[in-house]
């Protein structure tokens, strides 16, 4: 017997399955860090990647914006953050700055969530803005993105001397890559804007796939609105399982960004030998399984591994629930995942509804997959209503998903699907 252990909030959940029906635990393999992690980001500010230092950048400017991740990402701000403000007063001693906390077309950051992230210095003592995608008074129209859509930016970002950002690299499920131009969209885009570039079009195209950049238009768009945004300059770190961070990458938005994706994508990718009857995964722990909404993006790199008519087991959380209300009642209110994916293939761009992209892709799995989510923390009958089903321990979900799939089942485990990039699976 083998022993499983998948992330869970901030725990862990255990099992074991028989030998005879394990095909392997597949895992990224980072690289340990030299260092603290201080020093990791101290290292990387000082040598960015082509660029000049961020202390020469702002010399001579009297106002800058750091766009921050919010609460949904595990961004180490409380490391970040501190360096990323000395610099800039290393170069502008009164230079007026202001946190544009970048939450795309997520709820609003709340005041206990800033100071988890930020601190208490940092939040009593800093211009903190909390971005708002409904919120047009502060939102300024640039014209249009590649797509055709409308592209609208918060006002603070456009009006500064120095755009900065900070966030974190890990593989994505429809950008290809997290962190660089995804602060600017969806991160501080108005709804109009994240909804459009999030359409179903895309959300279909074969190219907006986990470590992809390549011919992805939702990556397209995004680079283009970061440039008409004017983001100068980026911090972004790549984190281990224990979201301690391993490297950074600061400098130029996009040739910074792109030397991330590429140490990325040299440790994230998994080749799982045969299609799995079950796949065990989860959402890499807090924050990113506080929902069912965020739990679709490890949902995928099951999919990726699962035969047809297969079961994925997905380990999260979910305390806050469903995570949004057009997601849940779009998933809800259908009859079955194909009735939805019928009808959003017909759904024009600028009649993108919030949070379609979410229940895309999950009608997407569930037409192909059963899905049963492991939690203690959410209500059964949100999940059961969503067309999955529910378990309470990671040992039900597997005596479940054994009685649906067969006693002999092969079964493959993904101890983190928001940290892997599924390589292509060899026939069995």
């Known amino acids: 017997m083998s022993k499983i252990k998948i992330p869970y909030g901030r725990t862990h959940l255990e099992a074991v399955i028989p030998d005879k029906n394990l095909i392997g635990v597949f895992d990224s393999i980072l690289p340990g860090a030299e260092g603290s992690q201080e020093e990791n980001v101290s290292a990387a500010l000082d040598s960015p990647v082509d660029s000049p230092c961020l202390e020469v950048l702002a010399s001579g400017r009297k106002s800058a914006v750091v766009i921050s991740s919010d609460h949904t990402r595990p961004v180490p701000s409380r ?13 502008a001693p009164d230079m007026d700055i202001t946190i544009l906390v970048a939450t795309g077309f997520h709820r609003a950051t709340s ?17 903190i803005v909390v971005h708002d995608s409904r919120d047009h008074s502060s939102l300024v129209s640039l014209g249009r993105l590649p797509s055709g859509g409308e592209l609208i930016l918060n006002r603070l970002a456009l009006e500064c001397d120095l755009l900065v950002a900070e966030g974190f690299i890990e593989p994505h499920f429809f950008a290809g890559f997290s962190g660089g131009r995804k602060s600017v969209l969806p991160g501080i885009a108005s709804a109009e804007t994240v909804l459009a570039n999030h359409c179903s079009e895309f959300i279909q195209s074969p190219f907006a796939r986990t470590g992809n950049l390549e011919n992805n238009p939702i990556h397209r768009d995004m680079l283009f609105a970061a440039g008409k945004a004017g983001l100068a300059f980026i911090v972004n770190v790549v984190l281990d399982h224990d979201k301690h961070i391993i490297s950074t990458f600061a400098g130029h938005p996009v040739k910074a960004h792109e030397a991330g994706c590429r140490f990325l994508a040299e440790s994230c990718k998994v080749t799982v030998p045969e299609a799995a009857d079950i796949v065990v995964t989860g959402n890499g722990g807090y924050p990113l399984d506080q929902n069912i909404y965020q739990a679709v993006k490890g949902m995928t790199a099951g999919e990726a591994v699962c035969r047809p008519g297969g079961v994925i087991v997905m380990v999260a959380a979910c305390t806050d629930g469903h995570g949004g209300d057009s997601f849940y009642e779009n998933m809800a209110n259908a009859a079955c995942p194909m009735q939805i994916l019928k009808r959003v293939a017909g759904v024009p761009m600028d009649e993108t509804a919030p949070d379609q992209w979410e229940f895309q892709i999950l009608a997407r799995i569930l037409a192909r997959n059963k899905v049963i989510i492991v939690t203690a923390d959410c209500d059964p009958g949100i999940i059961m209503a969503m067309h999955m089903e529910h378990a309470f321990t990671l040992e039900q979900a597997m005596l479940r998903a054994f009685e649906l799939a067969g006693s002999a089942a092969r079964v493959a485990v993904i101890p983190d699907g928001v940290s892997v990039i599924v390589d292509n699976i060899k026939s069995s």
């Open 79 to 91: 490391i970040i953050m501190p360096q990323i403000l000395e610099r800039l007063r290393r170069g």
């Open 111 to 127: 005041h206990a969530e800033l100071l988890e992230k930020y601190g208490e210095k940092i939040v009593s003592e800093e211009k």
